[in-house]
């Protein structure tokens, strides 16, 4: 007999059925087996009688819990199920057979963390896994149905990027070279053959946060645009997260649901405009409304995020940071020399800053100035300053962070939740 998956017997909901997968839940007597089965798509309770097993009874008494097996019997309703289905098995075949399960419900996170290799298949998890999935392909299918051409950039690089200090080294054939930071740099450079680009690659820092917000490995999902400015910018951020988290609540509700996450709490982002404030209201709001007092001229930390985002239910867009906190690409303002052309959008409830993204700087003196007031070398940046030698353009292009987009949308306390195998200061294996 061809096999289903538990949730096509589920849709399928009478008759003789075939299925696969893993046990969840076991409890047995005497007389009956109670197994809750699992695959990747649902759960289903099997009971098996021990009259009809009495040659197999020894090994079916002793199943543990992920062993694998196929089962063959009929589907019913029956509403005291978990999932609303039984099925009565003819045929049990065991595949593989358990050791007992080293997770239990009492672990805390180090310990699930050791054994992430095997957390990985929990309810949990999966949910989490598929929901990233939801998003990945999402900021893909926009920026494409948008007219965007896919690119990928190296992940060694020779030196230059984002911020120096927390590039990890690499040992490049006894030179050192350095994990990527950042999309951004190539991209441009690819920019002025392909104007509207988009692409999703992982990046490393070696920041020294150990918060609920840094990973030292993730991902970025980024974009660069030809011709546009930051307002134009901003609605590609803003339509392109309502366009992902449309699509998570279309595909994902169960898995919500089985995270225990509200989803009401993500659709005033659908409904809603997202605010646009710059920097300077950003103060004042924090001030006035938060008893908040942030000197001027540094850049907005986690606490200060965290209290302005409680005044919001949607996503926020904050604008014109000041200049010198702000990296070397960033352009200043025209009209306000001390603030830069560009914006973080901030995520609500504590998920913190989800999208950073800019105008870029084509003037490569002042590029210099900068790139020098922060220390840097230039001769890293020869290719950089060459690209606005021929032909440079006003562009811009923004960075989002995945596992932060899908800490908030599924309402989990860490990123680290978000990616299978995190990578931080203190957490590298699995
Ligand atoms: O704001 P960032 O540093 O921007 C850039 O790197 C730009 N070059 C992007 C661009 O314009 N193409 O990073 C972008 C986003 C952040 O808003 C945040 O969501 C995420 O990347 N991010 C992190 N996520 C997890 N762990 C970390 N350590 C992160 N650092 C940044
Ligand atoms: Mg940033």
């Given at each position: 007999m061809k096999f289903s998956s538990i949730s096509e017997a589920i849709n399928k909901g009478k008759g003789k059925v075939a299925v696969r997968g893993w046990i969840y839940r076991e409890r047995g007597s005497n007389k009956f087996k109670f197994l809750s089965l699992r695959d990747s798509t649902e759960i289903i309770q099997i009971i098996l009688d021990r009259k009809n097993f009495e040659k197999q009874w020894k090994e079916i008494d002793s199943l543990q819990i992920e062993a694998s097996v196929e089962i063959v019997g009929e589907i019913k309703k029956d509403s005291r199920a978990p999932t609303g289905y039984e099925i009565k098995a003819n045929q049990i075949k065991i595949i593989g057979l358990s050791d007992k399960?080293?997770?239990?419900?009492?672990?805390n996170e180090e310990l699930l963390g050791d054994r992430r290799h095997l957390w990985i298949r929990s309810r949990k998890m999966t949910s989490i896994m598929k929901i990233r999935s939801t998003v990945m392909q999402s900021f893909r299918d926009y920026f494409r149905e948008q007219g965007f051409y896919e690119f990928q950039t190296p992940i060694i690089i020779p030196g230059g990027a984002e911020e120096g200090p927390t590039m990890f080294e690499l040992n490049y054939y006894e030179k050192k070279m350095y994990l990527a930071q950042t999309w951004q740099l190539y991209a441009e450079a690819a920019m002025y053959g392909l104007e509207k680009i988009y692409g999703i690659a992982p990046t490393f820092r070696a920041e020294k946060s150990r918060t609920s917000r840094h990973l030292s490995e993730f991902w970025m999902a980024e974009m660069e645009v030809a011709w546009i400015g930051l307002d134009e910018l901003i609605n590609y951020a803003e339509d392109m997260t309502k366009y992902i988290i449309k699509k998570v609540l279309k595909n994902n509700k169960k898995e919500l649901e089985i995270l225990g996450r509200d989803s009401k709490k993500l659709t005033p982002a659908l409904k809603k405009k997202f605010p646009r404030i710059t920097y300077d209201d950003a103060l004042k709001l924090l001030k006035t409304k938060k008893k908040l007092k942030v000197p001027w001229g540094k850049d907005l930390r986690t606490i200060e995020e965290e209290k302005l985002m409680e005044l919001y239910d949607t996503p926020i867009f904050v604008t014109h940071y000041p200049k010198e906190a702000m990296a070397f690409y960033k352009p200043k303002d025209k009209n306000n020399p001390k603030v830069s052309r560009c914006f973080d959008m901030l995520g609500p409830e504590g998920s913190g800053e989800l999208i950073g993204g800019s105008e870029r700087d084509i003037d490569v003196d002042e590029l210099k100035k900068s790139l020098k007031s922060q220390g840097e070398k230039l001769e890293d940046y020869k290719y950089y300053f060459d690209i606005n030698k021929y032909g440079a353009i006003p562009h811009a292009g923004f960075g989002l962070g995945p596992e932060r987009l899908i800490r908030w949308i599924c309402g989990?306390?860490?990123?680290?939740?978000?990616?299978a195998f995190p990578r931080t200061m203190t957490r590298y294996s699995p």
């Open positions: 399960f080293p997770i239990t419900k009492d672990l989990l306390n860490s990123v680290r939740e978000a990616i």
